[in-house]
């Protein structure tokens, strides 16, 4: 690919979501200031300028703000600090020398060497295509997220009498920016016995507006040729298969879907940065960085999550371990660490790998369960030495949980070659 410049800084930022920004205002205040953004997009803030409810900074600022104001923020304090950043400027290519591959309508094709890179481009949302649901394919079929976007920024509504499958925490969001906006949504539909959302979120924006969440239920029709018509919802056996005499017939003009995020990997695959097959982001070590060395990421490339809170918290750690590998500070990479095992119950731990010997004094292990769980114990394990075991009244799939782990426990484990993260009954 022929470039026109080639440009160096000290840390490059790949996205200006909160997660960029967060990370970008760390390595800065790690002590380099030579940081640049680089934001496909014609604003920073990412995706949270689309969305516009409350709820968002709870931890962070211990207020409820917007999503455009959580943003403001980050974008406020980047920008007091001075640093750079590009608008309309897509990243097309990470290698892994540090090569950032950027174009713009202003630049063209431009390279720049990154002393770090921060991978922070945040993920999107699955496809219909991804679903196989039968019948035709009429207008009136949207992701929640692109919903979301025709709502709360261009002004338009997609549709008025709606249809939600899937109970992502977009499509509960959604089902009641519609029912604000006067449409009508006669119901939430997943297919698996849990909600893939937040608890909160079910209660304030079904609950409270009565509409339905029909657990166990997917769609098995769409009707209509050139605009939804209707769908048909049926209810589904253990093993998710429709149950044949179920089915229930909803007239409908938009069937809106919010069916999972997924990390926006193809700059990381590109890269050959190793990528996990449950979480689908870069396997990362205790400083989140990838297998690539002086290649970090955070937020929702990294892992979907649940609050922004926590993809701030992530992003300043990956900021800051950025900066530190560009003052020769960390230079391992991630699967040079003790592995840390996801079992029983626990699907995935963010980080995979973590070198005691290189890790600050605490260390923040994120983690999603696999099913719905009461009253199970989140236990650690040292080898075979159980040295954490905490009690959970309720644990959920959509809620991310996270256990702290000591750097003095491990260093004092003999022979430490493995940490284990599990569900435990008793
Ligand atoms: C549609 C949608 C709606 C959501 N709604 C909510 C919500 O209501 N509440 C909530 O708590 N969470 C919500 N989330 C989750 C939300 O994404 C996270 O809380 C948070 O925004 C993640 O921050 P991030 O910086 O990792 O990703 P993002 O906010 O997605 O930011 C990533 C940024 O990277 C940029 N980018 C991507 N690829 C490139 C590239 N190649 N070159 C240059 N720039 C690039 C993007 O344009 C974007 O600005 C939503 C997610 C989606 C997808």
Redesign the pocket.
């Given at each position: 690919m022929m470039a026109k410049t080639t440009e160096q800084h000290a840390v490059v930022v790949?996205?200006?979501?909160?997660?960029?920004l967060a990370a970008a205002i760390a390595a800065y205040e790690a002590g380099e200031s030579d940081v640049l953004v680089?934001?496909?997009?014609t604003q920073l803030g990412?995706?949270?300028n689309?969305?516009i409810?409350n709820g968002?900074g709870l931890h962070t600022f211990n207020e409820e703000l917007t999503?455009p104001e959580y943003a403001a923020r980050f974008i406020d304090k980047a920008a007091s600090l001075g640093i750079e950043y590009r608008l309309g400027?897509?990243?097309i290519d990470v290698s892994e020398e540090r090569v950032v591959t950027t174009v713009s309508a202003e630049d063209g094709v431009q390279s720049i060497k990154a002393g770090a890179v921060v991978l922070?481009?945040?993920?999107?949302?699955r496809p219909r295509g991804a679903l196989a649901t039968p019948g035709f394919r009429p207008a009136g079929v949207y992701s929640a997220?692109t919903a979301?976007r025709l709502v709360n920024i261009e002004g338009e509504l997609p549709g008025r009498e709606v249809v939600i499958l899937g109970s992502g925490?977009?499509g509960l969001?959604m089902a009641r920016r519609m029912t604000l906006e006067g449409a009508h949504v006669a119901c939430v539909a997943e297919i698996m016995p849990y909600s893939g959302g937040l608890k909160r979120n079910i209660v304030q924006c079904l609950d409270d507006f009565g509409i339905p969440l029909l657990l166990s239920h997917t769609v098995v029709d769409v009707e209509g040729r050139n605009r939804v018509e209707a769908v048909t919802i049926a209810q589904v056996d253990e093993n998710l298969k429709p149950i044949p005499g179920t089915e229930v017939r909803y007239p409908c003009d938009t069937l809106m879907l919010s069916v999972g995020?997924l990390p926006?990997n193809e700059?990381s695959r590109e890269a050959g940065v190793q990528l996990s097959p449950v979480t689908r982001g870069p396997v990362v070590d205790q400083s989140l960085q990838t297998s690539i060395p002086g290649i970090f990421a955070c937020?929702?490339?990294l892992h979907v999550?649940d609050?922004?809170d926590f993809?701030s918290q992530e992003a300043a750690a990956a900021g800051e371990q950025a900066a530190r590998y560009v003052q020769g500070g960390c230079q391992t990479v991630a699967e040079r660490g003790v592995p840390v095992v996801a079992t029983d119950g626990v699907r995935y731990t963010v980080p995979s790998y973590v070198d005691p010997q290189r890790m600050d004094d605490t260390l923040t292990v994120r983690f999603r369960v696999a099913n719905e769980y009461r009253n199970r114990y989140v236990s650690v394990y040292l080898n075979d030495k159980r040295i954490q075991h905490r009690k959970k009244r309720v644990m959920a799939p959509g809620e991310m949980e996270q256990v702290m782990l000591k750097r003095s426990d491990l260093l004092a484990c003999e022979d430490l070659s493995q940490i284990t993260v599990k569900l435990e009954e008793e």
């Open positions: 790949v996205g200006g979501g909160p997660a960029g680089l934001e496909r997009d990412g995706i949270l689309q969305c409810h968002f999503g400027t897509m990243v922070a481009m945040g993920c999107r949302e997220g979301q925490d977009i969001i995020l926006e700059l937020g929702n490339v999550h609050l922004v993809v």
